[in-house]
């Protein structure tokens, strides 16, 4: 319903366009804020995040100043499973009114368990993300090429050395003091007001003196180290004591507003082109194109020479000559008997066909701008709801395949397609859930958002799987051009390349290679907060996976069948399928090369998603892979004449 609400103000959107000023309409919950100087901006936490564990946790996990009463803001399906938790905060912030070394609540005496919390936080390298007018948190800092590059969100803070009697030990410290710069733009002639483009985040670690009994005119401690303007960043570090018995902080932070020519439509700009990777994601696309290119070859060869030779000699045969039949023509009878196991295929195709529609729909919406990164969940969300919707197709797919192999167990069919996929996904979600839940994160689903998810599951995807699985179910079976024979047919014995195995290791590693450096970028999204937008770069790599899997599959088919074996419908499956082990594989290399996850917890958490990922991606590989050769098949085997 979001989609199609999105889509109907995209559309009116567009026809108000063609008569006023663009800046004047903005989709429904993106609109900019206009402040007036002296306006109140409102700063919210959002969760503490680490790559070193995978772990988010709330930001008042850890005891800062928080609140009388701290207010929680709606967030949606994507933002809950991806570990948002965002709150309201003390931070006072007023436009364009700075400030400096401000204190942010009185001296908090903490004690040495919570003092070790911070210190172990502080030693997984935790961040923290915070959000104003809908920007998250940004650190500013320059690359080895010296160029400017930001980083989501702050660390908590470092870790540095101490001289001990005998030894130098490494230590945390912590950051407690937060200088905001906010940028903002004004256009006179434009709007009224100012709107925010911009919130970097500089962290510092201070080891604040108090100044006696003096007091600050909002009743705060008043400190030495803020005497004069820009010494709160000089002086002493503040180390973590967790030998002690507790520790007496200090938490401030200063304000300072900035105008930018930053145009508030290109705010964004600032966390998505920080890195340059164009000429990466150009290289994947090119890389991928030989790949295309070479497979396109091959089975241009085989459909323009080789096999419409073949169709020609067998079609101009009369006689005696008729009976000397060779080649895949020869399996004629046996080509389209039904498979071992015929339900599991037919139930995986329908799952594949489900992914398929699921993926292709979310990308056309993330290409035309709908899931933009401002939209905080909104990718996560849009791929639940196209999943659970396109179980429609799971059933229709599934009972028609099930049928035309002349099953009879539909109704065991429908409810295979409606749980075996979503089933293992959930079961092994709900494992993993479990030990995220024992450590306190906030990436634990809570109970209600499970409640939805099995809403989603049981009362709608599984009852659209009843209703495509009814009306395909009903459709006339689907006709084969050649009969099929009451005794098979002996299989000759194949040579080594002929094996499955050696299918599967070569139809498996061309649509990896087609897509592996894309995937460098998606792992690196997912498991180390970077920002992934390029959605134009992965529908073409998306484009050319399909084409790959289908030539792949093809090729390998034609082959098979010329060896006299007819077994092809698990092997067309298999074949480009198996790249989801090649997805798990480059995981596990990925986890140990650019990877630095702490603990068991986080290892599992890593593992259990790369394998529900390379699951996901050889059922939806797999499906391309058997749909192409399915129609391939039916079209040589349709253009030859058989008595």
């Given at each position: 319903?979001r989609?199609a609400?999105?889509?109907?103000?995209?559309?009116?959107?567009?026809?108000l366009?063609?008569?006023?000023?663009?800046?004047?309409?903005?989709?429904p919950?993106?609109?900019?804020?206009?402040?007036?100087d002296?306006?109140?901006?409102?700063?919210?936490?959002?969760?503490?995040?680490?790559?070193?564990?995978?772990l988010?946790?709330?930001?008042?996990?850890?005891?800062?100043?928080?609140p009388?009463?701290v207010?929680n803001?709606?967030?949606n399906?994507?933002?809950?499973?991806?570990?948002d938790r965002i709150?309201?905060?003390l931070?006072?912030l007023?436009m364009?009114?700075?400030?400096?070394?401000?204190?942010?609540?009185?001296?908090?005496?903490?004690?040495?368990?919570?003092?070790?919390?911070?210190?172990e936080?502080v030693m997984?390298?935790?961040?923290?993300n915070?959000?104003i007018?809908?920007?998250?948190?940004?650190?500013?800092?320059?690359?080895?090429d010296?160029n400017?590059v930001?980083?989501?969100?702050?660390?908590?803070?470092?870790?540095?050395?101490?001289?001990e009697?005998?030894?130098?030990?490494?230590?945390?410290?912590?950051?407690?003091?937060?200088?905001?710069?906010i940028?903002?733009h004004t256009?006179p002639?434009?709007?009224?007001?100012?709107?925010?483009?911009?919130?970097?985040?500089?962290a510092?670690?201070?080891?604040?003196?108090?100044?006696?009994n003096?007091?600050?005119?909002?009743?705060?401690?008043?400190?030495?180290?803020?005497?004069?303007?820009?010494?709160s960043?000089?002086?002493?570090f503040?180390?973590?004591?967790?030998?002690?018995k507790?520790?007496?902080l200090?938490w401030?932070y200063?304000?300072?507003?900035?105008?930018?020519?930053?145009?508030w439509?290109?705010?964004?700009?600032?966390?998505?082109?920080?890195?340059d990777?164009?000429?990466i994601?150009?290289?994947?696309i090119?890389?991928s194109?030989?790949?295309v290119?070479?497979l396109?070859?091959m089975?241009?060869?085989?459909?323009?020479?080789t096999?419409?030779?073949d169709?020609r000699r067998?079609?101009?045969?009369?006689?005696?000559?008729?009976q000397e039949?060779?080649?895949?023509?020869?399996?004629h009878?046996?080509?389209?008997?039904?498979?071992?196991?015929?339900?599991?295929?037919?139930v995986?195709?329908?799952?594949?066909?489900?992914?398929?529609?699921?993926?292709v729909?979310t990308?056309?919406?993330?290409?035309?701008?709908?899931?933009?990164?401002?939209?905080?969940?909104?990718?996560?969300?849009a791929m639940?709801l196209?999943?659970?919707f396109?179980?429609?197709?799971?059933?229709?797919v599934?009972?028609?395949?099930?049928?035309?192999?002349?099953?009879?167990?539909?109704?065991?069919n429908?409810?295979m397609t409606?749980?075996?996929?979503?089933?293992?996904?959930?079961?092994?979600?709900?494992?993993?859930?479990?030990?995220?839940?024992?450590?306190?994160?906030?990436g634990?689903?809570?109970?209600?958002?499970?409640?939805?998810?099995?809403?989603l599951?049981?009362?709608?995807s599984?009852?659209?799987?009843?209703?495509?699985?009814?009306?395909g179910?009903?459709?006339?079976?689907?006709?084969?051009p050649?009969r099929?024979?009451?005794?098979?047919?002996?299989i000759?014995?194949?040579?080594?390349?002929?094996?499955s195995?050696?299918?599967?290791v070569?139809?498996?590693?061309?649509?990896?290679?087609a897509v592996?450096?894309?995937l460098?970028?998606?792992?690196?999204?997912?498991w180390?907060?970077?920002?992934?937008?390029?959605?134009?770069?992965?529908?073409?790599?998306?484009?050319?996976?399909?084409?790959?899997?289908?030539?792949?599959s093809?090729v390998?088919v034609?082959?098979?069948?010329?060896?006299?074996?007819y077994?092809?419908w698990?092997?067309?499956?298999?074949?480009?399928g198996?790249s989801?082990?090649?997805?798990?594989?480059?995981?596990?290399?990925?986890?140990?090369?650019?990877l630095?996850i702490m603990?068991?917890?986080?290892?599992?958490?890593?593992?259990?998603?790369m394998?529900l990922?390379s699951?996901?991606?050889a059922v939806g590989?797999?499906t391309?892979?058997?749909?192409?050769?399915?129609?391939?098949?039916?079209?040589?085997?349709?253009?030859i004449?058989?008595?």
């Amino acid at each position: 319903m979001r989609l199609a609400a999105w889509g109907a103000a995209a559309a009116t959107l567009a026809l108000l366009q063609q008569q006023q000023p663009a800046q004047a309409f903005y989709l429904p919950g993106v609109a900019p804020h206009e402040y007036q100087d002296g306006d109140a901006i409102y700063l919210k936490v959002n969760k503490l995040s680490s790559t070193k564990t995978s772990l988010p946790y709330e930001y008042y996990h850890l005891p800062f100043c928080k609140p009388d009463t701290v207010e929680n803001y709606a967030e949606n399906l994507g933002e809950i499973l991806r570990g948002d938790r965002i709150e309201s905060s003390l931070y006072e912030l007023s436009m364009k009114h700075d400030e400096y070394c401000k204190v942010l609540c009185d001296a908090k005496d903490y004690t040495k368990d919570e003092i070790a919390e911070f210190a172990e936080r502080v030693m997984e390298e935790y961040r923290v993300n915070m959000i104003i007018d809908n920007l998250p948190a940004a650190t500013k800092f320059l690359d080895m090429d010296q160029n400017t590059v930001y980083s989501l969100g702050f660390p908590l803070g470092f870790v540095g050395t101490a001289e001990e009697p005998t030894t130098v030990v490494d230590k945390p410290y912590l950051n407690n003091h937060l200088r905001f710069k906010i940028l903002f733009h004004t256009e006179p002639q434009g709007y009224l007001g100012s709107r925010i483009v911009g919130f970097e985040v500089e962290a510092f670690s201070v080891k604040h003196k108090p100044d006696g009994n003096k007091k600050n005119p909002d009743g705060t401690q008043k400190l030495l180290t803020c005497a004069q303007e820009g010494t709160s960043e000089i002086g002493d570090f503040l180390m973590l004591d967790t030998s002690g018995k507790g520790q007496t902080l200090y938490w401030t932070y200063d304000v300072l507003f900035e105008y930018s020519d930053i145009k508030w439509a290109s705010r964004w700009d600032t966390y998505l082109n920080s890195a340059d990777d164009d000429q990466i994601h150009w290289f994947s696309i090119i890389n991928s194109l030989l790949i295309v290119v070479f497979l396109t070859g091959m089975v241009a060869m085989i459909m323009m020479r080789t096999l419409n030779q073949d169709v020609r000699r067998y079609n101009q045969l009369e006689g005696d000559e008729a009976q000397e039949e060779t080649g895949w023509k020869l399996v004629h009878g046996d080509v389209f008997r039904a498979p071992k196991n015929p339900n599991l295929l037919s139930v995986l195709v329908g799952s594949g066909v489900q992914l398929l529609a699921m993926i292709v729909i979310t990308l056309c919406f993330a290409v035309l701008g709908f899931l933009s990164p401002a939209n905080r969940g909104g990718l996560m969300t849009a791929m639940l709801l196209l999943f659970v919707f396109m179980g429609i197709f799971a059933g229709n797919v599934s009972s028609r395949l099930y049928k035309s192999f002349n099953g009879l167990a539909w109704k065991r069919n429908t409810l295979m397609t409606a749980f075996l996929f979503p089933g293992v996904v959930f079961v092994v979600f709900f494992i993993l859930n479990f030990f995220v839940w024992g450590k306190g994160s906030s990436g634990a689903v809570p109970f209600g958002t499970l409640f939805a998810l099995l809403f989603l599951w049981f009362g709608i995807s599984v009852p659209l799987c009843f209703v495509g699985s009814y009306f395909g179910f009903r459709k006339k079976k689907i006709e084969f051009p050649v009969r099929t024979n009451m005794i098979p047919r002996q299989i000759p014995d194949q040579s080594w390349y002929m094996q499955s195995l050696f299918s599967v290791v070569i139809g498996g590693i061309l649509p990896f290679g087609a897509v592996f450096i894309e995937l460098f970028f998606i792992l690196s999204s997912v498991w180390l907060n970077q920002f992934y937008y390029v959605f134009g770069f992965l529908a073409l790599v998306v484009v050319i996976l399909f084409i790959t899997c289908s030539e792949i599959s093809i090729v390998l088919v034609y082959f098979q069948l010329c060896s006299e074996d007819y077994n092809w419908w698990w092997r067309s499956m298999v074949t480009s399928g198996s790249s989801g082990l090649y997805l798990f594989l480059y995981g596990i290399f990925y986890y140990y090369t650019k990877l630095d996850i702490m603990g068991f917890t986080s290892g599992l958490m890593y593992f259990g998603y790369m394998f529900l990922a390379s699951y996901a991606f050889a059922v939806g590989t797999g499906t391309i892979g058997f749909v192409s050769s399915f129609f391939f098949v039916r079209a040589i085997y349709g253009s030859i004449k058989v008595d």
